[in-house]
C-alpha cells in the first residue's frame, strides 16, 4: 500500500516536497516512481528510481528541478520540486514495481499505485 502526501497550493517558483510511504512488502526490493496527471490529459512520467536508489530518471520537463529520492529505512521515497511552474499543476502519484532491478517511464510497469496528492502551482 502505497500513501502519498506533501501537496499543495504553491506560487510558480516556489518548492514542495512530496512523500509516498509504502507499508506491506520488502520496499527495498521496489522500484518506484512518480507520475502525474493534470486535468484532461493521460497519466505521465515525472521520474523514477532503482530499489537501491543508486539509479535515477526524470522526464525533460522536469529535468534540473525536480530530485528523486528515497529512504528504505523509512520505506519512503520523496519528490523535491524546486523552480515550480505552472504547468506543473496536476494530481502527482507514486508508482511501485515489486522485486525488479531498475525503474522504468513506463505506466505500465507497476503494479502498485498510490491514492495521489494535488499540486497546484498559481502564476
Known amino acids: 500500500q502505497l500513501q502519498a502526501s506533501g501537496g499543495g497550493l504553491v506560487q510558480a517558483g516556489g518548492s514542495l516536497r512530496l512523500s509516498c510511504a509504502a507499508s506491506?512488502?520488502?520496499?527495498?526490493?521496489?522500484?518506484m516512481g512518480w507520475f502525474r496527471q493534470a486535468p484532461g490529459k493521460e497519466r505521465e512520467y515525472v521520474a523514477g528510481?532503482?530499489?537501491?536508489?543508486?539509479?535515477?530518471g526524470y522526464d525533460d520537463s522536469v529535468k534540473g528541478r525536480f530530485t528523486i529520492s528515497r529512504a528504505n529505512a523509512k520505506n519512503t521515497v520523496y519528490l523535491q520540486m524546486d523552480s515550480l511552474k505552472p504547468e506543473d499543476t496536476a494530481v502527482y502519484y507514486c508508482a511501485a514495481s515489486q522485486n525488479v532491478a531498475y525503474y522504468s517511464g513506463n505506466i505500465n510497469y507497476y503494479k502498485s499505485w498510490g491514492q495521489g496528492t494535488e499540486v497546484t502551482v498559481s502564476s
Open positions: 506491506g512488502g520488502t520496499f527495498s526490493r521496489y522500484a
Open positions: 528510481i532503482s530499489p537501491s536508489g543508486g539509479n535515477t
